[in-house]
């Protein structure tokens, strides 16, 4: 199909004849859409703590390399069942149950998809101000964002193809981009910048383990979209090549993060004479030590990585949304849930100033996630990668029963497992000056929301499982791994609209 025919799959599953992306194409996927300022600013977040840079690089590879060893295993649903994670998780939370990840990445996409726009139009602005003198003003900011936004929401109704092609060129331009900034920064780095925490601080374990969280939560924020792009992959694509190109696509991101890391620190010693230290804003501090030749490759980069960001959160809502509502199409789907979240952004903006609130929600909605993600993950083990492409497409449909109907539609061992675990993970939150939830300072100050989530989901379910063994179909020929079976029967497949109704 070429890039510029109108995609016309959703999330039915897709043909074998139709399926011809590669693993690789799914690493410059995901690595371009972290291949942005969003991940800059996430990455200077470690001397914004103030760690040491050293210590800031420690920080960094710890959450990205746990990150991508969290997020690869979700690469492996798109190839298997031909359509996205939230239909594929009708297998664990049945099939009604499923739209608990779908809203939880519409949620995130939105949220994503706005702190791109924000930030990217940001640094436009602010770097056509200092090379041309452009006023920054709010019309100015209007006409970026308009801009950044018209252009990725055009790009999503053309769909996976475009979206694939415009990923193409933006891995390798903005990855020359920021090896470009090196070459701009090298005078005035000083890898030996010592942080604003003394020996022995108390606080320095809290900012170490914070500033790993916060890079481990953008691995973490592609859990959910994933198989918005595997899919497109053959179903019998070694696995071991899917994980690894998801697991690399994360590693790759260290350049941005790594950018982020150097520049702030340049930032932070000069702090005096550039940014104001109790509210650090790192795209005006980077403006503000970029020489002026550089400040062309930053528009660059801010317009590159606007595009390749937004694109990937922005398609993966409108093919989440067609999945919650199936009498929308994907190009319907999309179209509203551009222009909403066009809408959001202009009234979070301007009207609202929800631009650090949004960051705070996002952080809210990845710690939510990482449970569901993990309850994906335990399910595939224990069913040993082995689904119903069929039944998994019932709530589609509009049909009753199947192997993953469990109770009128919803399998409440997986259901109970999330919301308990990410109810507990939320009070755990610790983000001072943004949100602390009622058990967030037990741990001294550090933030274990995320990693009590994860192994409290991983518990919980396991042991629902083992207690309350699922139908014995849903398992497939070679039978569970792990836990045991039940014997219950399964309802067949049939209309919803069945007067037999005997799929309740």
């Given amino acids: 199909m070429s890039i510029t025919e109108v995609e016309v799959h959703g999330v039915d599953r897709i043909p074998d004849a139709d399926r011809d992306a590669t693993p690789f194409d ?30 800031g690089v420690g920080a960094t590879l710890l959450g990205l390399v746990v990150g991508a060893l969290i997020l690869a295993p979700l690469s492996l649903f798109g190839p298997l069942n ?22 939880l990445s519409l949620l995130t996409a939105i949220a994503f998809f706005s702190i791109s726009v924000w930030s990217s139009g940001d640094a436009l602005v602010g770097g056509a101000h200092r090379l041309a003198g452009l006023p920054e003003s709010d019309l100015a900011y209007g006409a970026a964002y308009a801009l950044f936004a018209g252009l990725v929401l055009i790009v999503c109704v053309y769909g996976f193809r475009f979206m ?16 470009l900034g090196a070459l701009a920064f090298a005078g005035d780095f000083d890898p030996s910048y010592p942080g604003t925490l003394a020996a022995g601080d108390p606080l320095f374990w809290p900012s170490f383990i914070g500033a790993a969280l916060i890079v481990l939560s953008n691995p973490v924020s592609f859990g959910a979209f994933l198989g918005d792009w595997s899919r497109y992959i053959p179903a019998n694509t070694p ?6 190109a998801a697991f690399l696509s994360q590693i790759a991101t260290i350049l941005p993060f790594l950018f982020g890391l150097t520049t702030a620190s340049i930032i932070a010693t000069q702090a005096a004479k550039y940014v104001d230290p109790a509210a650090p804003n790192y795209v005006g501090g980077l403006l503000a030590i970029s020489p002026t030749w550089y400040f062309v490759p930053v528009c660059l980069i801010a317009l590159i990585g606007g595009m390749s960001t937004g694109t990937t959160a922005l398609y993966g809502t409108g093919l989440d949304f067609s999945s919650v509502f ?56 224990t069913r040993r990668g082995w689904y119903d492409p069929e039944a998994l497409q019932v709530f589609n449909r509009r049909q009753r029963g199947g192997r993953y109907w469990f109770t009128h539609g919803w399998n409440w061992r997986g259901l109970s497992a999330w ?24 741990a001294g100050g550090v933030d274990i929301s995320l990693p009590l989530g994860l192994a409290l989901a991983a518990v919980l379910y396991l042991a629902l499982l083992a207690v309350f063994p699922e139908p014995r179909e849903v398992y497939g020929p070679a039978g569970p791994r792990l836990v045991r079976a039940a014997d219950t029967p399964v309802p067949p497949i049939i209309p919803a609209a069945d007067p037999i109704g005997t799929g309740g």
């Fill in 26 to 55: 799914l690493f410059r996927l995901a690595f371009g859409g972290a291949n942005t300022f969003a991940t800059c600013v996430l990455g200077a977040f470690p001397i914004l703590f103030g760690l040491s840079f050293w210590q």
């Fill in 82 to 103: 031909g359509t996205n994670n939230a239909v594929s998780s009708s297998a664990h939370l049945g099939v009604h149950g499923r739209v608990v990840g779908s809203f």
């Fill in 164 to 179: 694939l092609f415009v990923n193409k060129i933006a891995v390798a331009a903005a990855s020359l981009l920021f090896v």
């Fill in 239 to 244: 696995r071991s090549r899917i994980m690894g």
């Fill in 326 to 381: 199936p009498r929308f199409s994907r190009v319907q789907a999309t179209v509203f849930i551009g222009v909403l979240s066009i809408v959001f952004i202009f009234v979070g903006r301007f009207a609202a100033n929800l631009t650090q609130s949004i960051s705070t929600f996002a952080t809210l909605i990845i710690t939510c996630t990482a449970p569901w993600m993990v309850i994906m993950m335990l399910g595939y083990v």
């Fill in 419 to 442: 919301l308990v675990s990410a109810a507990v993970a939320l009070m755990f939150v610790n983000l001072p000056g943004q949100f602390v939830g009622p058990l967030g300072d037990l």
